[in-house]
């Protein structure tokens, strides 16, 4: 990461350090362990469904099939299992693979066919809400088998079992973007598409990964926050597609590609999640969170393009030769 990026993310941890006191004092006992640790794990459904829309941003891209993704894999896990975990064995990979399917079609879609992501992913969001809502007959009834509860809500040595699992995503998301040919191609699409593939990065291929890790971790995803609830209903998704592009711009991304890192996302996840929690103490309602995602997405975009105005205008003078004027 270059010392931009870290600006960005520190800038992230710092307004999650002052939002966090901030909240403290509206409603004192928010930063006991215990509260602090119900706070991580709500950020981690979060997180781990932000994960791969930060791949998917960072490359120029947006995925808005992520609500149904998470929500198609939700219910057919319980209703495939029927509260069993035997059956898990078989349906958790197969759900999984799915979601990464998913986002390959996205994927190759965007790459291929050169449709916008916004319509691409968007197409296929509506197609799979409504295979879903034809094959359970709008009404899913099965509970969360016990093993995918412990996951969302057991612990290891008193630390919670999901946050393991975060951990574990967001250090292989950090070594994928830092460490890897593959992020490296990630942040030239983003920067430009056209000048990364007349250099040599291999567009499609990076692409069509960053959309099938999208659906991965979505999937992943609405599989652990089954867990959570115990049970999955229709649209548990919904609020998710907002959250995961509001916490990658809150993490100091350009919505418009090229730069960000999951480190910030992580920043976000929680901010997002500690403003969940303020809204009660100040008794607003969840339509105050829905204006702050969109303010946050405005505000970010506007920058982004601000930015790159002043880029664009300042490179011809830049590349100019010097020498007498005519």
Known sequence: MNIRRHRAILLAYLGMIVLLLLTSVVAPGFLSPTHLRSTAVLAAFIGIVALGQTFVIIGGGIDLSVPWVLN???VLMTLLAGSQDAPLLWIV???LAAGALVGMINGLGVAIFGVPPIIMTLAVNVILQGGILVYTGGAPTSTAPAAIQFLAV?????FPVVLILWIVLAALATILLSKTAFGRYLYAIGT???VAEFSGVPTLRTTVLAYTLSGFTAALAGMLLTGYTAQAYLGMG???LFTSIAAVAIGGASI???SGHYIGTIAGALVLTILTGLLPALNLSSGALLIVYGVVILVTVSLASEALSSLFTFLPRFGRPRGPSA
Do not use: V
């Open 238 to 240: 919904d609020p998710y």
């Open 72 to 74: 198609s894999a939700a």
């Open 93 to 95: 990979p197969m759900l």
């Open 192 to 194: 430009s598409a056209t």
């Open 154 to 158: 057991g612990r290891i040595a008193g």
């Open 256 to 258: 418009l590609g090229g």
